[in-house]
């Protein structure tokens, strides 16, 4: 049996057509019917579109080739984070490394060569000028193409009557003779090695201009943070915290300045590279002739002025891009290594943008709930339970890191856009590296799928938008609700408070605001000595949730409730100008949160947001 983990459903075979890290197997066993199995169960891609499953052949979609940049920068950047993780007991920052841009911005070994070389105007003169061999040919012709005759041309000439104009006393006047004709050879080895040289440096230098650009995007976006915007100070602010867990503002700025230096440099090799590729010696070099991994030192690549330099390019490249493959295994364990990398990153994520709610710690006590941030398998859960009982816990939210560099599956995103409201929240997220731009910032999610890449500035305002809907729901769902079968005594004592509303008839209490804490004692106390235990219990969770309500999430300053209509309330911070309304809507009631007047996630990120209940 198989696990699909974007449904969740357990399923007995799978389709002819799957994608790497979505299905898991439930029993993982040695034989060899399923040689895509990783240790932990995950299906994963070893590199090639076929696996073996169940003994059947299965094809895998693999990311398009033009994202192979961006699939290869993403994986180095989720290692470099993975291992900060293991070595930090702190939370790290989840979007882009330091050491990952320092790396790239700056020139390594092989570009330096390279600019040096072009600048000294080596490869131009190997185009221009370059080293041929003679290729000689023997041929019958006319005596008037004929310039050089061949060796044993009189032999042939005296056996070949055909080829005389006519014979005399003296000898033979010839018709056709055995010519000798020579051509110019580029295709020699020196030549060959010059023109697949041009082929490895275009597509190194093209990948290479591809990850500095996307670098480049995101670090002039932090930058726009720290400058005049439109977005929220707040938000900013948080952001710029984030970012500078990995980058100072000064670092930034510096960064993007190598970045853009770089760039250029880099830009304008590789067009000078395509501008060899489009003429000269390059055009007179068959495509078809290939060089091995390692080059045979003739004496021309060794001793020639200009083509000396061909080996040391040659060996430069094959030390920067790796001249060796990585066999079939080795990549399907990496693959599996990058899926439990990508699944501790989304935990990264989670546990920060749960951080006011948890600290640093996995589970912790909020206003009277118990809340706890638990891994289960690849997946992540957030459990709650209520504080003080033995109820069960549920799990309020779970999160798929699913590492899928494809488009999302057609069917399955539709089915999930029919199921928006089922309970527990369950969101799959991805690297969404098949959309044009990798920092989406004008929605939360989009249907389950949500973003997650170390790309997104927005990384963490997303779950945390999320996370902050679902524990404010649980906060505010119980507010005016009548505590019910009070005993008679604690009705008299409630009755002479405030913040309470009190029918003795029906024996009910609603707690609707704050009490002193003498007042709370005794509502507290006089249940308890009814053996109203439970009545008791919950009294005290109702008051925990008012007191919750009067600590702004935003500022974390004390605010004034206001009840109304005994129902719903309202809630104005005049320090951060963050509104709060529980109000009834239709046969339920709607809650929002409005952070300075405006809603947008762009600018405001998870601070603003309404939900019904």
């Known amino acids: 049996m198989w696990v699909d983990r974007l449904t969740g459903q357990r399923i007995g075979h799978l389709p002819e057509v799957i994608e790497s890290g979505r299905y898991l197997a439930e029993i993982v066993t040695s034989d060899q019917s399923t040689v895509n199995l990783g240790a932990s169960g995950l299906l994963v891609d070893d590199g090639s579109e076929i696996a073996l499953v169940d003994g059947q052949r299965k094809s895998i979609r693999l990311p398009d080739k033009a994202l192979a940049q961006k699939v ?338 057609v069917d399955f995103y539709s089915l999930q856009n029919e199921k928006q409201n089922y309970q527990p929240l369950r969101m799959l997220a991805w690297p969404n590296l098949c959309e044009d731009s990798l920092h989406s910032n004008q929605a939360v999610a989009e249907g389950a799928w949500v973003l997650l890449s170390p790309f997104d500035l927005y990384g963490v305002e997303r779950f945390g938008y999320l996370v902050d809907k679902l524990l404010q729901r649980e906060l505010v769902s119980d507010y005016g609700r009548a505590l019910i079968k009070i005993p008679a005594k604690t009705i008299g004592v409630a009755a002479q408070l405030s913040g309470l509303e009190v029918s003795a008839e029906k024996h009910e209490i609603k707690v609707l605001d704050a009490l002193a804490p003498a007042d709370f004692a005794k509502i507290e106390r006089s249940l308890v000595n009814e053996n109203a235990l439970e009545q008791a219990w919950k009294f005290k969770k109702r008051h925990e949730e008012i007191m919750e309500l009067q600590k702004c999430p935003i500022c974390s300053g004390f605010v004034k409730l206001k009840c109304q209509k005994s129902t719903g309330f309202s809630i104005d911070c005049n320090n951060c100008k963050t509104q709060r309304y529980l109000r009834t809507k239709g046969k339920g009631q709607e809650y929002e949160q409005i952070l300075s007047g405006n809603t947008e996630f762009k600018k405001v990120g998870r601070r603003s947001f309404i939900f019904e209940i």
Request: charged share 25%; aromatic share 8%; net charge neutral.
């Open 72 to 409: 290869e920068l993403f994986e180095r950047i989720l290692e470099t984070i993975d291992s900060s993780i293991e070595d930090e007991i702190e939370l790290v920052s989840p979007l882009m490394p330091e050491g990952v841009v320092d790396n790239d911005s700056h020139l390594n070994s092989f570009d330096s060569k390279l600019l040096t070389i072009i600048e000294a105007g080596h490869l131009h003169q190997i185009s221009m000028r370059p080293r041929l061999d003679l290729h000689y040919e023997e041929e019958v012709t006319d005596v008037a193409r004929a310039k050089k005759l061949a060796r044993g041309a009189l032999v042939h000439l005296a056996s070949h009557s055909e080829c005389w104009q006519r014979q005399t006393l003296t000898g033979v006047i010839p018709k056709r003779v055995k010519a000798r004709f020579s051509d110019d050879d580029f295709n020699i080895y020196e030549n060959r090695v010059y023109a697949r040289l041009l082929d490895k440096i275009d597509q190194y230098l093209s990948k290479r201009v591809g990850t500095l650009r996307q670098i480049q995007s995101a670090v002039s976006e932090a930058l726009e943070f720290y400058g005049t915007n439109d977005r929220h100070h707040r938000l900013t602010e948080e952001i710029c915290r984030l970012w500078g867990k990995a980058f100072t503002q000064d670092s930034t700025s510096k960064a993007s300045e190598q970045l853009s230096k770089t760039l250029d440099k880099l830009e304008n090799a590789l067009g000078i590279i395509r501008g060899l590729k489009q003429r000269g010696l390059y055009l007179l070099v068959s495509r078809s002739a290939q060089i091995g991994d390692g080059l045979h030192l003739t004496n021309i690549l060794s001793h020639d002025q200009h083509y000396r330099h061909l080996p040391i390019l040659w060996n430069e490249l094959r030390n920067i891009v790796g001249g060796k493959r990585i066999t079939p295994d080795e990549r399907r364990e990496r693959n599996e290594g990058l899926n439990r990398a990508y699944s501790k990153y989304a935990g990264l994520v989670l546990r920060h943008a749960l951080t006011p709610y948890l600290g640093v710690k996995l589970s912790s006590t909020w206003a009277g709930f118990n809340l706890e941030l638990k891994q289960v398998g690849f997946n992540w859960q957030l459990l709650v339970s209520t504080a003080d009982t033995l109820s069960e816990e549920r799990v309020l939210l779970e999160v798929v890191p699913w590492m899928g560099f494809v488009g999302r599956p």
